[in-house]
């Protein structure tokens, strides 16, 4: 009866863990190839909602191409200032072409207070990549929270002064307390293949995880620590990738290969 018992109770114990366990599911995005398949619209659609593309979604700025290193991308692609269809709806001072998730796409692509969420992609910034003048934002990612202090991304990585920036702002409404977790010289990126990652605990103190890495493995920056990762009122944080700029004279299009678009919550 006593060997009986023990091994009962060992069920019991394990019957309990199991149901407790939560298994980290990802969703991935991939280009199926260029004249082939699915319209990059369509692909994006079906994996986070009817409405995933802030920008024009024509062949002519959103399409897929070939890569010898990933397989089949996803080409994003704003044109010089005169380039009206990028214009950022009534903010005719920037550009947008950006894929997002956002408040009416599934749950597992959008996050929730308390989650931890990894996002990770693999990303060619088109040599010559226009670097902006000083004072003028490029966001290549941001991380953006939905509803109450939504302004302001809560991270980016963004384009500026030479330098590809991984950047933290904990309050939506100014960039008074915007620091920057980690850089590496944009010569490093431009015309490169790299894969990001980066995992943030969405939380008033959570932690951020990110590394840049080459192909090759060689980490071009890293960070790891402690932020503030949640807006007051806000309902989800959600990732964006692609290009939005501030528009400047003489400004030349910029183009932007992504791969592999990973979602692990």
């Known amino acids: 009866m006593k060997k009986s018992y023990k091994v009962a109770a060992a069920l019991t114990l394990a019957s309990v863990f199991a149901a407790s366990t939560v298994y980290a599911a990802t969703v991935t995005i991939n280009s199926d190839g260029p004249n082939s398949g699915s319209s990059p619209l369509a692909i994006f ?16 700025h959103l399409y ?21 269809a990028v ?9 947008r072409i950006e894929v997002k998730a956002y ?3 599934p749950s597992n692509v959008t996050a929730t207070n308390g989650q931890t969420t990894t996002y990770k992609w693999q990303f060619r910034a088109m ?3 226009p670097m902006p003048p000083s004072g003028n934002f490029h966001h290549i990612f941001q991380l953006k929270a939905v509803d109450g202090d939504d ?10 002064n030479g330098y590809l920036k991984f950047r933290h702002n904990p309050v939506g409404t100014d960039t008074a307390q915007l620091s920057t977790l980690a850089q590496t010289e944009f010569s490093n990126v431009d015309g490169q293949w790299v ?15 990110m590394a840049l890495k080459l192909l090759d493995g060689t980490t071009l920056m890293s960070y790891s620590g402690t932020r503030d990762n949640w807006r007051d009122g ?18 030349p299009e910029a183009k932007i290969q992504f791969a592999n678009f990973q979602i692990t919550e």
């Open 195 to 209: 894969e990001a990652t980066v995992t943030v605990k969405h939380t008033d103190s959570g932690s951020i995880n």
């Open 103 to 105: 408040k009416g796409s």
């Open 45 to 60: 659609q079906q994996y986070l909602g009817s409405d995933p593309v802030d920008g024009p979604t024509d062949s002519g």
């Open 64 to 84: 897929e191409s070939t890569s010898s290193y990933v397989g089949n991308v996803f080409m994003f692609k704003a044109g010089t200032e005169s380039d009206t």
């Open 234 to 251: 806000a309902t989800i944080n959600r990732p964006k990738w692609g290009i939005y700029r501030k528009l400047y004279s003489g400004m």
């Open 151 to 160: 302004g302001y991304p809560v991270l980016t990585f963004s384009l500026d």
């Open 87 to 95: 214009l950022d709806g009534s903010n005719t001072d920037r550009q």
């Open 127 to 129: 040599s010559p990549y």
